[in-house]
């Protein structure tokens, strides 16, 4: 079992939030979101020990690809994930935790 601490699992929300939402705002000097500077999501690349993930779209699908795989997996899948992780992060008060919904989603795309 996956087991992680807040900033751990705060990495995987980012990168959930990030392929959910397929932009990212801008913010000004105080950290408050420029509305009108957007900035879309095209392609995500990761480097891990075992290669190089790649993130990228097709319509509402998140077409993620590493080694010989590929995975069409909905965005929504993604939002609801994220949503759920996000939810976890602000209840869990432990050191480390594990997260079996949000393992067993990303290891169905070999995500780590």
Do not use: H
Not at 9 to 37: C, P, Q, R, T
């Amino acid at each position: 079992m996956l087991k992680g601490n807040k900033g751990e699992w705060s990495e995987i929300y980012a990168l959930l939030k990030v392929l959910s939402d397929k932009n990212l705002f801008a913010g000004d000097s105080d950290l408050k979101k420029i509305e009108s500077l957007i900035f879309p999501i095209i392609k995500i690349l990761r480097d891990e020990s075992n290669g190089t993930y790649e993130y990228s779209y097709e319509s509402d699908l998140v077409l993620v690809k590493g080694g010989d795989e590929e995975f069409r997996i909905p965005v929504s899948k993604f939002q609801d994930k994220a949503v759920l992780l996000l939810s976890k992060l602000k209840e869990n008060t432990s050191a480390a935790f594990s997260i079996p919904g949000i393992e067993n989603f990303i290891n169905s795309f070999n995500c780590f």
